[in-house]
């Protein structure tokens, strides 16, 4: 198994820490008041707060389960119900190695690994309206064949049908 734990106090923290954004970010939209802080202080404060709460989390895990149940390359672990907690998110273990171990390998190898890695956040999104809102290279690894592990799901957002629309109608028009 993986387990994800969360550090005592850790919501306390969080909130000192929020609140000296909101100081640096009302200074900056003082200098470009064209700029709206507040807002993405606002977006940032709710994401942030969503990733403490390992129950929603778990819930994420089961969304993804269930968007990419028919991608055989790419795969999402499973919680462990009996051993999960508010603090305490307990999931199947996923082998795999880092991303980089793959920048060296042939360009068909590549080539498998990217269309994989695109299938996993794409399908979600195009979908479903559904965003893995923090894919840097910590939240994935690679199975030996190229599959996808696809890690961490504390960072969800769901966009309405006309926002992802908008997206692909902005893609087609590029």
């Not at 606002?42 to 969503?50: F, K, V, Y």
């Not at 840097?136 to 957002?157: K, M, Q, S």
Request: net charge negative; hydrophobic share 40%.
């Amino acid at each position: 198994v993986a387990a994800k734990l969360q550090y005592p106090d850790m919501a306390s923290a969080m909130e000192a820490d929020l609140n000296q954004l909101k100081l640096v970010f009302a200074i900056g939209q003082r200098f470009d008041p064209a700029i709206r802080t507040d807002e993405i202080h606002a977006e940032i404060t709710t994401r942030l707060r969503e990733e403490l709460d390992y129950r929603r989390e778990a819930r994420h895990v089961a969304l993804y389960r269930h968007i990419l149940r028919e991608e055989a390359d790419v795969h999402v672990p499973e919680i462990v119900p009996s051993h999960s907690t508010d603090r305490l998110l307990t999931m199947t273990w996923l082998s795999g190695e880092p991303l980089l171990a793959w920048k060296s390998r042939s360009q068909e190898d590549r080539d498998r690994l990217a269309v994989n890695m695109f299938r996993a956040w794409y399908v979600p999104f195009y979908e479903f309206g559904v965003i893995h809102g923090d894919p840097h290279l910590g939240n994935y690894t690679v199975r030996r064949n190229g599959d996808v592990n696809l890690l961490d799901f504390g960072c969800i957002r769901i966009f309405e049908p006309k926002f992802v629309k908008g997206v692909i109608d902005l893609y087609f028009a590029l």
